[in-house]
């Protein structure tokens, strides 16, 4: 059966939460909590995988006991330089997500787009940022979301040779679509998202989901032609 990635950054319901409110990519508690009993009232839960990226210090405040309260599980990307900074996660904050039982996976070093690197840099941050999370929770790290979802063949064989299985990009749309098996697709969930438009992005029907995949192609082309920063700033101004 097809499996839907969510990807979640932070649970904030205001600037005056823990952690750093982004206004696109925060979404407030009520709504996170709304989304999760939507997921758990489905006949397989599981086929709904909720992702953190970055390391958020909410991931822990907020997302975590609204996890455990529904007995959902969720994979959190962390981004292993960021650890231990204000207002992202700290090494014991790492820990207790790995001892509740969820799955921790690697988001760069430095979260620099890892197709803007020589491929010196592009191996140490793939191997730094895997080490350092296995160093904290004694597990092994398999999984990487790519920071800013860029990546391609380059970065795919680098990281299948560095011991990831899975990498993790931000094309929308659910699992099955992806010839490529080790590409994962997400949808981003962002703070506008109402509670029918995540439904049908969820389930992956109706124009939400059209719209979704055509915003996507549409950045494709710029993002080729413009280059990282410029396509940044463009990305920006469209969300
Ligand atoms: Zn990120």
């Known amino acids: 059966m097809r499996r839907m990635h969510l990807m979640y950054h932070g649970i904030h319901d205001g600037t005056s939460s823990p952690g750093h409110f982004d206004p696109v990519y925060s979404i407030t508690r009520q709504r996170f909590a709304r989304q999760l009993d939507w997921i758990a009232n489905r006949e397989h839960p599981n086929l709904f995988h909720i992702t953190f990226d970055d390391g958020d210090v909410s991931n822990v405040t907020a ?24 207002g992202m996660l700290r090494r014991s904050n790492v820990r207790a997500l790995a001892d509740a039982g969820m799955h921790i996976g690697a988001h760069g070093m430095s979260h620099g787009f890892l197709e803007d690197m020589d491929v010196e840099t592009l191996r140490r941050e793939l191997h730094d940022s895997k080490a350092v999370l296995e160093d904290i929770t004694g597990n092994a790290v398999d999984a990487m979301a790519l920071p800013g979802g860029r990546g ?88």
């Open 63 to 86: 997302a975590l006991p609204m996890l455990v309260e529904r007995g959902l599980h969720a994979t959190f990307f962390i981004t292993s330089g960021f650890i231990d900074r204000p």
């Open 152 to 239: 391609g063949a380059r970065e795919l064989d680098e990281a299948l040779a560095c011991g990831y299985r899975d990498l993790y990009g931000s094309r929308p749309g659910p699992d099955e679509d992806d010839p490529q098996p080790r590409w994962r697709n997400r949808i981003a969930i962002t703070r506008e998202l109402g509670d029918a438009k995540f439904a049908a992005l969820a389930n992956w029907s109706g124009p939400a989901a059209h719209w979704a995949r055509l915003r996507h192609g549409a950045l494709a082309v710029p993002k080729r032609m413009l280059g990282n920063a410029r396509y940044q700033r463009l990305r920006a101004a469209l969300t």
